[in-house]
Nanobody, 122 residues
């Protein structure tokens, strides 16, 4: 069993900032990648950003320069610092982890968090 606990969503005015966090626990041997996705009403879920265990990052063009992903490998936690927020950033933000369950099983699994709402509005 894997648990992902997300926090940090809420209502913020345009231009404001929020910090999301996602802590993974449970039957996890190692995590290769952690990421954030979002889904706005009526739209498909999209990748916002992700980060590998080595620290390599990937960002959607729409958030480059405004959002920063980071992770604490010791805590199995990933963070998303969002600045200069725009109304179009309004969405449910989901955390996803790609992990292995044990040292002898090299298969990787994806697990999703329950989502946290971010609303950018004046």
């Amino acid at each position: 069993q894997v648990q992902l606990v997300e926090s940090g969503g809420g209502l913020v005015q345009p231009g404001g900032s929020l910090r999301l966090s996602c802590a993974a626990s449970g039957s996890i041997f190692s995590i290769s990648a952690m990421g954030w996705y979002r889904q706005a009403p009526g739209k498909q879920r999209e990748l916002v950003t992700d980060i590998t265990s080595g620290g390599s990052t990937n960002y959607a063009d729409s958030v480059k320069g405004r959002f920063t992903i980071s992770r604490d490998n010791a805590k199995n936690t990933v963070y998303l610092q969002m600045t200069s927020l725009k109304p179009e950033d309004t969405a449910v933000y989901y955390c996803k982890v790609r992990y292995r369950q044990s040292w002898y099983n090299k298969r990787e699994y994806d697990y999703w968090g329950q989502g946290t709402h971010v609303t950018v509005s004046s």
